[in-house]
């Protein structure tokens, strides 16, 4: 019997990480200790959620393996040049993207955890990319979506978009509103900023997501949304198929 999807609701305190096997060609510094816990995956299209951690370290420089986005949930760290230069940093509260192909290293000092969501196309190849420059981006927490209001009141802007087409990040805005059940159309990762989104399922009770937490849709997960007046959300959409 094929169970229809549901929401998944992340809660890294409650999530027990396993430990990773490591190969120390992939790190310019000693090895570090990294755990991780996988929440969803599509092995199909490459997509993989879930909380990672790890200890000091330095990764060996070379392209970012895909396309992927991050929220830090604990320490800090910065991609960098082959040269030292810093491409950008991020410390706890943070959302991250990474663009796949970007010529960096990861750079690190004392403990991280992260959620994760990563799009690694089986059927693609990396690009040999000359440059990092615009491969990382730290979004402002701070900053409202540029443009207008769409039919439904929402204010969407886009804030990364994978070269594929394929994985889309979008800072929302909401009015006060519900929606009737409908399918979600891609693979959506929410982190909730502000306010909260309560997510009812055909046959499950109403779940509220307040401002701080995560939660991952499925492809074609079903359920009617209701959202408070100035409802802040950041969208991770895979459309790959």
Request: hydrophobic fraction near 40%; proline fraction near 10%; glycine fraction near 10%.
């Amino acid at each position: 019997m094929t169970h229809a999807p549901q929401p998944i609701r992340i809660d890294p305190e409650t999530i027990d990480l396993r430990p990773l096997d490591l190969d120390p060609a992939g790190f310019q510094s000693p090895l570090p200790v990294q755990h991780y816990s996988l929440i969803y995956e599509d092995a199909a299209i490459g997509l993989a959620v879930g909380i990672w951690d790890t200890t000091t370290m330095q990764e060996a420089f070379g392209p970012y393996p895909g396309d992927e986005y991050i929220t830090v949930l604990d320490g800090g760290f910065a991609m960098v040049d082959a040269a030292g230069g810093t491409l950008a940093a991020a410390q706890a509260g943070d959302s991250v993207t990474f663009r796949n192909g970007a010529p960096s290293s990861w750079k690190q000092k004392g403990y991280l955890r992260k959620v994760y969501l990563t799009l690694q196309d089986p059927k693609g190849t990396t690009p040999a990319l000359a440059s990092a420059k615009g491969g990382f981006c730290v979004l402002d927490r701070a900053r409202a979506p540029q443009g207008s209001p769409d039919a439904d009141g929402v204010t969407r802007e886009v804030v990364f978009r994978n070269d594929a087409g394929t994985m889309t990040v979008t800072l929302c805005v909401f009015p006060a509103r519900i929606l009737p059940p409908a399918p979600c159309p891609s693979h959506r990762l929410i982190r909730v900023l502000a306010g909260a989104i309560t997510l009812t399922g055909p046959a499950t009770p109403p779940d509220r997501f307040d401002a701080g937490t995560h939660v991952f849709l499925p492809k074609g997960t079903t359920c009617a949304w209701e959202t408070g007046a100035g409802t802040v959300a950041i969208f991770v959409d895979v459309t790959a198929d």
